[in-house]
């Protein structure tokens, strides 16, 4: 019997690097490497929902992090698909630049369950870990206020989650166009099956209990939140996703 | 007890996985994917989530899994069963999770016995650092040695 | 469309499910298990379960996939779709669907060239009748045959 490997898929990644993200009049992003974050979408963005009172950002440079902050639902990598679906075709991703997500409510409660991160940036990250920014990193962070007790129900967090994925996918469709010659980074990635070779899985139990406390599945861009499903409303039962779908983003943190 | 901030992944940790990156670039794998699931506030959820997912395994013909459980406490509940459930289907399975000093399993079975500890801080409470208890490449190495072990083990006792 | 009343499988068509009977029972087959999807309202919905589904039996490195529907009409879109996701990823897929006069394929593709018509109603209507139109052990073996031959087909492409 022929045991030779199959690629059963390839993702492509392209990092397009920022050097710099500043304020400006409007939300722009470009291959070059230069970013500018304006906050009057915010109103918008927020009209519909009703847990949110109100939310600021901040820009945090790499010299900045000696700064308060409320406790940290997320961080998220910026990326959007430029074709293909989640885990197939090509990805493009920002590096040196993510986004931060904090919530507190209008009581002061922090949003959190089983311990919170509000306190000075510096002490209550652990930074160049591959689930935090990289020390060099801008953080763009979303500041949100809960309308009071709202961050110990699920639509709390998830409006949280909601507003900063919307105001990424601003970026995101700037991004599908990127010239691919552009980047400052390609990196592929291959599903392979290996016939003959030990079959393992790997089993992950994530988030299920409510509140900030969930895992949203099958986003429309990769770490987004819009077109996805929470595992709590498909009963926490088991779910399959390849490496490829994994790496590229299927899943969404929501805590 | 669940997740604290020391042991939660954002989504940042997920594109980046240590574990994934591991066990997708072994040549003495073939890797069939991830099965996520969540971890329910209801006892009987938690014990038909852990289980399908063990059944699954299982139609999947693995010979082996590498668990991961976020967080401790009750969470650990859901870890025990799907050990247990694995076991009983002889899956070869090597656990990861956060134990410390406040995290040590609610609950124990036969094939608690092969778990990592991830935990890196060392006082007896949540520590509140973003990132701290996270999965390290050191820690999914084990895991994969240890499974590897396991399934070898399996072999021999098969007979092959 | 959804289901009528010929078609539709009850509890006790599950019970003695001859689809299963015949796959089960067959000594050159490996047979890893059943997937079950739901057909959703939305489009969107049902083109993404049913990739899920393609993606799942991928995933478990089958072989090939036999693949029935409870009800036509609109349930042919997902269908459709999860043969062709099926397809696209190489997995050989044969399936067992009612057509008849008023259940051709409201979408068709590539890859739905080994279906066959569970239709038994003279006219090729639904008729009403409970059971009339279910698959019946002979749709199943024909349903297996195709299969295999596809199966055989797919090793011989890939030169084993």
């Not at chain 1, 009049?25 to 915010?42: A, F, Q």
């Not at chain 2, 036969?110 to 991830?118: A, H, L, T």
Request: with cysteine; proline share 3%.
């Amino acid at each position: 019997m022929a045991d030779k490997n199959i690629d059963l898929g390839r993702l492509v990644i392209r990092a397009f690097n920022i050097k710099a993200v500043t304020w400006g009049d409007d939300n722009i992003v470009m291959p070059s490497g230069e970013m500018t974050i304006s906050k009057k979408v915010l109103p918008d963005i927020i009209s519909d929902m009703d847990a949110v009172e109100s939310v600021d950002m901040r820009l945090i440079q790499p010299d900045e992090h000696d700064q308060f902050t409320n406790t940290i639902l997320d961080i998220i990598p910026i990326s959007t698909k430029a074709l293909g679906a989640i885990g197939e075709g090509i990805t493009h991703t920002l590096t040196g630049v993510c986004a931060m997500i904090t919530a507190v409510d209008t009581d002061g409660k922090q949003c959190h369950e089983f311990g919170s991160t509000e306190g000075n940036l510096k002490e209550k990250v652990i930074f160049d870990r591959p689930g935090t920014p990289a020390s060099g990193d801008v953080i763009i962070s979303f500041d949100v206020i809960l309308k009071s007790g709202m961050g110990q129900e699920r639509k709390g967090p998830y409006q949280a989650h909601l507003i900063c994925d919307r105001f990424l996918q601003i970026f995101r469709e700037q991004m599908k166009g990127f010239d691919g010659k552009l980047c400052t980074e390609r990196s592929e990635f291959h599903n392979i099956a290996r016939p003959g070779k030990k079959r393992v899985v790997i089993i992950r139990e994530v988030a299920g209990q409510g509140a900030m406390y969930d895992m949203q599945l099958f986003p429309h861009e990769p770490s987004g939140v819009e077109g996805g499903r929470s595992i709590i409303d498909m009963g926490n039962m088991p779910v399959f996703v390849t490496p490829n779908e994994y790496r590229d983003g299927i899943l969404h943190s929501m805590q | 007890m669940g997740v604290g901030p020391s042991a939660k992944e954002t989504s940042l940790h997920h594109i980046r996985d240590p574990l994934l990156d591991l066990i997708s670039a072994d040549v003495d794998i073939d890797l069939l994917g991830i099965i996520l699931f969540g971890s329910s506030d209801k006892f009987s959820e938690k014990i038909l989530a852990s289980t399908r997912a063990a059944i699954w395994a299982q139609g999947m013909r693995a010979d082996g899994a590498v668990v991961f459980c976020e967080g401790s406490g009750n969470n650990h509940v859901d870890f025990a069963n799907l050990l247990n459930q694995l076991g009983k289907r002889n899956i070869a399975a090597a656990g990861l999770t956060v134990m410390g000093k406040n995290g040590q399993p609610v609950v124990n079975n036969d094939y608690m016995g092969d778990v990592i500890d991830i935990c890196k801080s060392s006082g007896s409470v949540e520590p509140c650092l973003l990132g701290q208890n996270n999965l390290a490449v050191t820690d999914c190495r084990k895991a994969l040695a240890m499974l590897k072990l396991k399934m070898r083990k399996a072999d021999r006792e098969r007979g092959n | 469309m959804g289901i009528g009343p010929s078609t539709k499988e009850t509890s006790m068509h599950h019970f003695r499910d001859p689809l299963l009977d015949v796959l089960a029972n067959d000594e050159d087959i490996d047979l890893l298990g059943i997937i079950l999807v739901g057909s959703p309202d939305g489009n969107a919905d049902k083109i993404l379960v049913g990739t899920r589904a393609a993606i799942w039996a991928q995933g478990m490195r089958a072989d090939g996939v036999i693949m029935s529907a409870d009800g036509w009409g609109n349930s042919h879109v997902d269908y459709a779709n999860t043969c062709e996701q099926l397809g696209r990823r190489g997995i050989p897929a044969a399936g067992l669907a009612f057509n008849g006069k008023n259940g051709k394929f409201v979408v068709t593709n590539a890859y739905l060239d080994a279906i066959v018509d569970i239709c038994k109603n003279e006219d090729g209507i639904e008729s009403n009748v409970l059971g009339e139109n279910n698959m019946t052990v002979t749709d199943c073996r024909k349903a297996l045959a195709m299969l295999k031959l596809k199966m055989r087909k797919a090793d011989r492409e890939r030169g084993n």
